[in-house]
């Protein structure tokens, strides 16, 4: 096998790891290709590498522990809520392809996996996700396997009975999502409150570089006046919004008359309804997706009260 052939064989499940460690699309693009770099050193050094597939999934997941070790730290001074860079996919892609990404990328598991450590992330994303055997997942985070054991344990119990899954079919989160949309859209706030759970909360995340609330708008009363203010101003300036996949669930992007990005927003369906919104328009987390707007930056688009391959990383 040539190094190119080992190069694309590989990259895909390494950046599957990557992602899920950082939930950042750039930065998982960047350890990875650390870790290759890495390899082709030890080579030159004369190291043998026997199982190149092993030596890069250990490399790309230790750098991606030092990685979200300092992330942790520069995320206490972030503006805002901090949201993963989204995957954004087209609804006719299927629902085969919705059920592997609704489950362990979607946006509401990749939040949930910030709450763990660095250690306890890589040990429960290596065994639940990549299905490794302790004894691996020990030798690439340097623990024993009882102890691997016991910090898989604790994570699952941590996260047990708060992981949301979409329990509707492409079909039915398709109707809702286009609901979701026509009655923002229209302005019709007693179909939008329908849509949304009594309990709902919407997350913006606009990183200080783009206008997003700072704060959880919490009640869906309140999310569905926030939305239609905000959907009113999209036609003025030229903004289109179109219904697409967010990594695995139900959710929306918006361009300028320009096509650049503008947004994109992702949607939790829950017993039929919609339990959480996230919007992202920090620009830094929509490079990824195409050019992006600088519209977003600018505050008549917020509501007056406002204040490399995507197909590698599913793996």
């Known amino acids: ?39 082709e050193r030890a080579r030159q050094s004369g190291v043998v590498v026997e199982s190149p597939r092993a030596y890069l999934a250990a490399i790309t997941t230790r750098l991606a522990i030092d990685h979200q070790r300092s992330a942790r730290a520069r995320r206490e001074t972030y503006v805002g809520t901090w949201l993963p860079e989204p995957i954004v996919a087209n609804l006719r892609d299927g629902p085969e392809q919705m059920a592997e990404l609704s489950d362990s990328l979607s ?10 450590s660095p250690v306890e992330r890589a040990v429960f994303l290596l065994r639940e996700v990549f299905d490794y055997p302790y004894e691996d997942i020990a030798s690439i985070v340097d623990k ?17 009975g708060h992981q949301v899954r979409y329990e509707a079919s492409i079909e039915q989160s398709e109707a809702l999502l286009r609901s979701f949309i026509a ?28 206008n997003a609330i700072r704060e959880p708008l919490n009640g869906r009363d309140r999310i569905a006046a926030f939305l239609i203010a905000l959907f009113k101003r999209a036609p003025r300036l030229g903004v289109r919004v179109e219904a697409v996949l967010v990594n695995g669930g139900p959710g929306i992007i918006a361009h300028d008359p320009d096509g650049k990005i503008v947004s994109v927003f992702s949607l939790d369906v829950l017993d039929g309804v919609i339990q959480t919104v996230r919007g992202i328009v920090n620009p830094d987390k929509l490079h990824h997706l195409g050019d992006v707007s600088d519209m ?4 008549r688009y917020a509501p007056d009260h406002q204040t490399r391959d995507i197909d590698d990383i599913r793996g």
């Not at 350890?31 to 890495?38: D, I, N, P, S």
């Not at 102890?147 to 047990?160: E, M, T």
């Not at 923002?184 to 783009?210: E, F, N, S, T, W």
């Open 1 to 39: 096998m040539t190094r190119a052939e080992e190069y694309e064989e590989l990259r895909s499940l390494l950046l599957s790891i990557a992602y899920r460690m950082t939930g950042r699309v750039t930065e998982a693009e960047d350890l990875v290709q650390e870790a290759f770099f890495r390899l």
């Open 107 to 116: 946006m509401a598991f990749l939040v949930l996996l910030e709450s763990l």
């Open 144 to 160: 024993s396997e009882v102890n691997c054991r016991q910090i898989f344990a604790r994570a699952r119990q941590h996260l047990d």
């Open 183 to 210: 009655a923002a859209r229209d302005g019709d706030l007693d179909q939008l409150v329908a849509l949304l759970a009594p309990d709902a909360v919407l997350y913006g995340d606009g990183g200080g570089k783009a």
């Open 296 to 299: 977003a930056r600018l505050r």
